[in-house]
Nanobody, 120 residues
Framework: QVQLVESGGGLVQAGGSLRLSCAAS????????MGWFRQAPGKEREFVAA????????YYADSVKGRFTISRDNAKNTVYLQMNSLKPEDTAVYYC?????????????WGQGTQVTVSS
């Protein structure tokens, strides 16, 4: 079992930056792939980024490529999402997830989410 707790969300102006963190508990963290999804009001949840268990492979949605960076620190059981050049359309609740790798990036375990609001 893995428990995930996101933090770092908030209100930021367009063009600004935020770094989200996701702290995981559980002994299998370092063997799991990790990812970030987001869900805006009235929209379906969408994939943002994912990272392999070793951190050697990363994957991004086209909408965030070049602006967001996913990373992980297995010693701290934490995955990060550095978000730069934020746009109002990035406003959403951001969720991290973890689990055995899947092509859809929709892993088994999910956090409760953290709100990110980007003002224009």
């Amino acid at each position: 079992q893995v428990q995930l707790v996101e933090s770092g969300g908030g209100l930021v102006q367009a063009g600004g930056s935020l770094r989200l963190s996701c702290a995981a508990s559980g002994r299998t963290f370092s063997s799991y792939a990790m990812g970030w999804f987001r869900q805006a009001p009235g929209k379906e949840r969408e994939f943002v980024a994912a990272i392999s268990w070793s951190g050697g492979s990363t994957y991004y949605a086209d909408s965030v490529k070049g602006r967001f960076t996913i990373s992980r620190d297995n010693a701290k059981n934490t995955v990060y999402l550095q978000m730069n050049s934020l746009k109002p359309e990035d406003t959403a609740v951001y969720y991290c997830n973890a689990g055995p790798p899947r092509a859809t990036y929709e892993y088994d375990y999910w956090g409760q989410g953290t709100q990110v609001t980007v003002s224009s």
